[in-house]
């Protein structure tokens, strides 16, 4: 993989990752843009322990535009993208409207004794799959899947020795109905100042069993008894295993795990990076082959924080769908939004079982 980075016209840095070696990236971005906003406000919430991000500057951002205006296809001609190549493999940059970035500006003060301000200090990036607009990550061959991988291992590595950083995200969404706002095949990656609430939920119940344990890591031996039951393991390979959580939260909820203990995507090896694009392709298409149309879906790595506590992670894929039926989808009603109690309409072990049939 060849590794290319340049700098837009407002000074964001866009890294091009090439699939063979004679790629040549000089192609300079010809527009005229004004200078990227100053970082959001990360507000403290004293009843929850939790950080909001307030980035007024992202009501403005570019909402599903018709196909030939998408920013993310490649510089044509006179037609001027994020990317100013007129073709690429895989494109990472720094997004033009970001939650968090480094660009400080006035340290803000505290708005009441129990609610402190600081800058959204972080950064938040885009990630191209591929050129093909009319593409999708499940159409990608699985030497894409593995540059995706490789590139998110590099972002993962580079983002986490940022000053301040705390964890890294890796993610995707799919569908309107998740809310994308652009429908071409991409991903982000959001760089934290804070290790968020999932994290630190999941760092806690893995802290006591290990206690508990004498040191057991929860997730490997969650992972090694649902191997050991097999009802609700959709697909596996000699590296990774793919199965509905036996309490998961949404309709279609998938885990995509690597057997071995890693904290995240960098410490992967070869093998099991070549191992990973064959088994999850195979997912995606099983997700859209369970109505037989395109299912709208969040695909979130978690990895370890990059700085504390990374012993008691495990790297883990987590693939789910709002999607219920072919014409239901599932809501955040109540007692998900409300209490954060979720209420599942279908068994795990139902929801498996239709994805080892689709």
Known sequence: ?????????????????????????????????PPPPPASQLRYDPLTDEWVAVAVHRQTRIFLPPANECPLDPSVGDRLTEIPAPDYDVVVF????????????????????????????????????????NASFASLPPRRVRTVLDALADRTEVLGELPGVEQVFCFENRGVEIGVTLHHPHGQIYAYPFVTPRTRALLAAARRHAEQTGGGNLYADVLAAERAAGERVVAENEHWTAFVPAAARWPFEVHVAPRRVV??????????????????????????GLFDMPMPYISAWHQAPVRIDRELGHLHLQLFSIRRAKDKLKYLAGSESGMGVFINDIAPERAAELLRAA
């Open 263 to 288: 904290p995240d995507i960098p410490a992967l090896s070869d093998s099991e990076r070549d191992a990973f694009g064959p088994l999850y392709l195979d997912l995606l298409r099983r997700f859209d």
């Open 1 to 33: 993989m060849k590794r290319t980075a340049i700098d837009l016209a407002d000074g964001r840095e866009l890294i091009y990752f090439d699939e063979g070696d004679d790629a040549v990236r000089d192609q300079p971005d010809r527009r005229d843009l």
């Open 94 to 133: 720094e997004n033009r409207f970001p939650s968090l970035s480094g660009r400080v500006a006035d340290e803000p003060g505290a708005i009441t004794p129990f609610t402190s301000v600081r800058p959204g200090l972080g950064r938040c990036e885009v990630v191209c799959f591929t050129s093909d607009h």
